[in-house]
């Protein structure tokens, strides 16, 4: 058995598939994958591909106090405020759909940088691929988190809190100067996202609550934390640290990218160098043999949970740096749904075993890829959502033995048929 | 004489109404006319929507499984409606072809579910994206509904006065009809009671001669319904479609039914729960803007930690019961 | 007069022949006990019998016609009715659903009538002279009770043949009795019982002719009267009782144990085995014999810690040790192959290495790992060491034989150096070769002064290779022999009691 062949075999079908994508682009999309290399300070040209954020879709459940009103007596009233809320959230969303606007804050080295679509995918994608690391570990387990999507904006939400307090002034300490306080925000962000993880991985692994229930929780309540954290603003900040994660630039490429290279480094060389990897998918795959062996499978899944908030944390310092503000509302609506897409188009099972991050990475890329390549034609960022959906149940088909089982017999059957004949 | 034992299985609605007593009480307290008909009454009005939809996600809860497409139905449907009367089309067929969408949608996802064994957590997110994306094609912005002589009677005429100032709306009495309807069909229908079956134990459920593949497609039509009303519902008391609308309340709808008293595993719990576990949440909203100090988002968070609470009592009663069996 | 009939059944499964030509019949109006050790054949012909598969040849007759049942369902409905050992039950529907659902009563308007299904199922139960609140939830219930309700339930879908497996394995002695009661009733009233079991005092106790299957082949049927307890035994295991007389007894081994590994007094848990002692010496090997389901494997268990222990105490080399969860034992250097490898062994995407390397590697824990050339050159000195069938240590074990499965679990545990290494049924479901091979590494081990535990049912296997055998029975210590007293002779006595 060719060891080689068994441990890209999963990398197949998601790269094919990017691969078919990106061909698409090739031949019917102009410019995509034009770069070019900009200088920092040149003139702002408005030529880059709006990409907005995924997706821009503002709207909670639509009754907040704001246009609460005698709903029974002026829904009329009400449809207007509807109006205006979706009008404004739509407002709301052009900042994002302005470029890397260089204020010239943003630091590159060497002063130059790569600029296009591709990098624009692999920038705006860098919060999917980062989620993806820790739902990938999870979901190995066999067990969900839908609560990074909340977590992301929690973490946002301090981050963005304490750099305005600092950056104001109102923080004891605060003159340390800028260019190194930002630190603080971004470790408190991060040290909260991991103990949201830490709360998770109690339910899951300590109270012995099923993982979808158990998350749920957060998922409801955690952007009821944000908002409390931002008290129901959206703050907004320019602190240039901050906003240097997913706007600045390193060696050509958006920094967003190296923070994503590094974490994948960091969990590849923690799950493979360590017997950590091992230990998950031997839980993941039947726990009850692992306890047998020794293993302490409690331990290992609560950790796993730990990781994804982390992961969460930095994916919502990233998606606060893209837009300069904590939204508790908007930020990462949804993105735990991306996260568990890339995950199971990686090859990672929803049964959990074998895990597979080099897929995740390619899974979330692919979902990127087909958002913006959407965004390019012209399709409204919410009905890039139809396709994702078909893409969902591609993929849980093929992967669903089932399913496998039932068209080989189609194909047996036409087969007999012909023979016999 | 029988000592009156209080059966364990009505503990968790018990607590629910219980909650629900609590909250009311302290509104009454701390505010002037938190106790009035009228806020009471709006309760039902804001939430009916949710409530409808709620009742399917119920259903489809008690089997063990989940429907995540709810909240995009009822903005697809929203919006269609209004697309259509804006078009000129007469608002019955409208209402008529939404409803039949969502029963047709719904069957789609219990087959994809039932027949090729795929979770239902994945086929029904695949199915709100979908949704989600075909009420953008039919609309980007939300569209108002004016004019229209069927959608004007149903507001204006089609109440009943209770006294002056107050009215029983006609969505208010839809939804208790439906409450009613699937209260009755879960608890005296061999098919609601096959649904219960299934969630509390499939492999038992299939030696026992239920037909699990039947009753799950069923199930799974019927929440696909549900969300179709409550999307008919919600643009009637907009008076508008909105294609952004909705967002999340998939996860407000499954709070509604955990809070309400049902395991999210399945098999335990009643329709009704989802009326008081609704009920809870539209009290916690009210009071909270009653307040008008206290910022909505503590709503998320109250209504994060209800969930989390009766989470842990369903643990701790299955722990009891299951102990209370081995040692008899 | 029989009510059902098999004639030559046979049942194949890719390339193993579970069943060879087994004729077998019931009675209206008795209690039939079926009887036979693993891989006997029972569980086999029982499924063929209530529709779960088909039989590959032979036929089965009810009520004089023959039947080919498709599902349970069909069974159910020409009269054939399981209760199963785990009660496949809806836990949390009241009493009355249980025995009714899928056939409620209705009112005039279609709807359930909720009065008349109590009455239903209140009547149910009345053939059973049960009368519980048929309103509360059945895991309100204990097991006995449960088990009742599952049996009331075949009574309301008209059963004629009542299929009961394993019943007895979760009861006290009391409900024993009650479910006996319920049994015999039932048989005055003309229903047949198959009756699954392997306490054979119960046996004795409530059947009326006992059928025995071995590997696969009817033994024999016979009326339970005739039947003297140490005969039953004897065919069950497969050898004649001049056979056993002429056996000689295992060869003593003149070996020079070492210092008491491990002693345990009075342990046991309430509901799965009474409180036995057990120790064993460095270098010893110590056999656990008895039939199926004597507790053997739930000592094993409760030494490993998977479950702890309600009573009793154990030292280890001395220490007093509580071992209530496997990595206790796991770090006291214990060691357990379980007896279902599918479940509590093998870990089935993982490859041969990984599985091997597993329990070291959790030992050492997450940071001190092997190289990935220490875990091959591992794997590979156990593949030759074991002689396990595989082109590399790459595939998946899922894809292994069950024999080189096992295989690979008594790698992963020899390459933790245990001092007590527990085997239970290590040489089920290999051939010949492997298991002649497994045996001369066990006594290779103790030589080497590891203290070895070995469950087996093959009781040839104790008697030839243990220096000491304990005897269990329905649960209980019967006895314990050593040296020169150990022949088969002696240990199936104890089994017969």
Known sequence: MNKTSNRFRHLVWPLVSLALLLLFNAFFTDNFFKIEIKKQDSAQTVQAPAVPDNPPAPGTSWITPENYENSSDSAEAAAKTVDQAGQAAQAAAEPQQAPEKNDGKGVSIFGYYLYGTPIDILNQGAKVMVLAIGMTLVIATGGIDISVGAVMAIAGAIAALLISMLDAGSFPGASMGPAIYWIIPVVAALVLATLAGFWNGMLVAGFGIQPMVATLVLMVAGRGVAQLITDGQIITFDNPGLVFLCNGHALFLPFSVWIVVTMYVVAGLLTRKTALGLFIESVGNNERASRYAGIEARRIKWLTYVICGFCAGVAGLLAASNIKCADSNNAGLYLELDAILATVIGGTSMAGGRFFLSGSLVGAILIQTLTTTMYMKNVSPAIVAVPKAMVVIIVCLLQSPVFRAKVLSIFASKAAKGGVQ | ?328 | ?497
């Open chain 3, 1 to 497: 007069m029989d009510l059902l009939q098999t004639k030559g059944i046979e049942k194949q499964f890719l390339g193993v022949k579970a069943l060879k030509g087994v004729d077998f019949s019931v009675k209206a109006g008795e209690i039939h006990a079926l009887m036979g050790e693993n891989g006997a054949g029972k569980s086999t012909l029982i499924k063929i019998i209530t529709g779960v598969y088909p039989a590959s040849a032979g036929s089965v007759y009810f009520n004089g016609k023959e039947c080919k049942f498709r599902s349970p369902l069909d069974a159910e409905h020409a009269g054939i009715s399981t209760v199963y050992q785990e009660v496949n039950l809806l836990p949390d529907l009241s009493v009355a659903e249980n025995i009714c659902i899928g056939r409620e009563p209705r009112t005039k308007l279609g709807f359930i009538d909720k009065k008349e299904r109590k009455v239903q199922a209140r009547k149910a139960l009345a053939r059973l002279d049960i009368d519980i609140n048929v309103g509360e939830n059945l895991s309100s219930y204990s097991i006995a009770i449960q088990q009742l309700v599952a049996i009331a339930r075949a009574l309301d879908v008209d059963c004629k043949l009542l299929i009961l497996d394993e019943p007895t394995s979760s009861l006290d002695e009391n409900e024993v009795k009650e479910l006996f009661k319920v049994m015999k009733k039932l048989r005055e009233e003309g229903m047949a019982i198959i009756f699954i079991t392997h306490f054979l005092d119960q046996v004795y106790e409530v059947s009326d002719r006992i059928t025995i299957l071995r590997d696969g082949q009817l033994v024999g049927s016979y009326d339970a009267k005739d039947l003297p307890r140490i005969e039953m035994v004897a065919k069950m295991i497969g050898k004649t009782p001049e056979q056993i007389n002429e056996m000689q007894a295992g060869i003593v081994k003149n070996a020079k144990f070492g210092d008491t590994v491990y002693e345990a007094k009075g342990i046991g848990r309430v509901g799965t085995v009474s409180p036995v002692d057990v120790s064993i010496r460095a270098g010893e090997q110590l056999g656990l014999a008895g039939l199926l389901g004597s507790g053997r494997s739930e000592v094993a268990q409760i030494i490993f810690g998977v479950d702890p222990h309600d009573s009793g105490t154990m030292t280890m080399c001395g220490k007093p040790v509580n071992f209530n969860s496997p990595q206790k034992a796991v770090k006291a250097k214990v060691a357990l192959i379980a007896e279902d490898r599918k479940v509590t062994g093998i870990i089935p995407d993982l490859t041969i290495r990984e599985n091997i390397v597993l329990a070291l590697q959790a030992s050492k824990g997450i940071w001190k790992t092997m190289t990935l050339k220490q875990q091959e050159e591992m794997a590979e000195k156990y593949i030759k060491l074991l002689r396990i069938k595989t082109p590399s240590g790459e595939q998946l074990i899922k894809h292994l034989s069950g024999g080189n499965q096992q295989k690979v679990l008594i790698a992963r545990w020899l390459a933790t150096s245990p001092k007590l290494l527990i085997l239970d049924e290590p040489t089920r479901g290999i051939d010949v070769g492997a298991k002649a091979e497994i045996e001369a590494l066990t006594q290779q081990l103790c030589g080497e002064g590891m203290a070895v535990i070995f469950i087996s049912s093959e009781l040839e296997e104790v008697v030839r290779d243990c220096d000491r055998v304990i005897v269990l029975r329905d649960r209980k210590k019967v006895g314990e022999i050593a040296g020169s007293d150990i022949s088969l002779k002696n240990v199936m006595k104890l089994i017969a009691g």
């Open chain 2, 1 to 328: 004489m029988k000592k009156f034992k209080f059966p364990m299985r009505y503990v968790p609605i018990s607590a629910t109404i219980l909650v629900f007593f609590v909250v009311y009480l302290i509104g009454i307290i701390s505010f002037d006319n938190f106790g009035s008909p009228k806020v009471f009454l709006d309760l039902f009005v804001d939430n009916a929507y949710l409530g409808i939809a709620a009742i399917g996600t119920a259903l489809v809860i008690l089997t063990g499984g989940i429907d995540l497409s709810v909240g995009s139905i009822i903005a697809f449907t929203s919006i269609l409606i209004a697309k259509m009367i804006e078009s000129g089309c007469n608002a019955l067929w409208a209402i008529a072809l939404a409803l039949a969408i969502g029963i047709l949608f719904g069957m789609l996802q219990g087959w994809l579910i039932h027949c090729f064994s795929l979770p239902p957590f994945l086929v029904t997110l695949a199915g709100m994206f979908f949704v989600r994306g075909c009420g953008f094609i039919v609309s980007e912005e939300s569209i108002p509904i004016k004019n229209d002589r069927v959608f004007d009677f149903i507001q204006n005429d089609l109440s009943i006065t209770l006294s002056k100032g107050l009215h029983l709306r006609f969505i208010v009495m839809l939804y208790i009809a439906v409450l009613i309807i699937a209260i009755i069909f879960s608890q005296r229908t061999r098919a609601g009671r096959s649904i219960y079956a299934i969630g509390d134990n499939e492999l038992a459920a299939t030696l026992m001669g239920i037909p699990v593949g039947r009753t799950k497609i069923m199930t799974y039509t019927i929440a696909g319904f549900c969300s179709a009303l409550a999307g008919v519902v919600y643009a009637i008391y907009l008076k508008a479609g909105n294609p952004l609308n909705c967002v999340g309340l998939e996860m407000d709808a499954i709070a509604a039914v955990v809070i309400g008293g049902t395991l999210l595993t399945g098999g335990v719990g009643y329709v009704f729960g989802s009326l008081f576990g609704v009920l809870v949440l539209g009290l916690i909203q009210t009071l909270i803007i009653f307040d008008g100090r206290i910022n909505s988002w503590w709503t998320r968070i109250i209504v994060g930690l209800l969930v989390l609470a009766f989470i842990f009592m369903q643990n701790l009663i299955t722990k009891i019961s299951k102990s209370k069996s081995k040692s008899h």
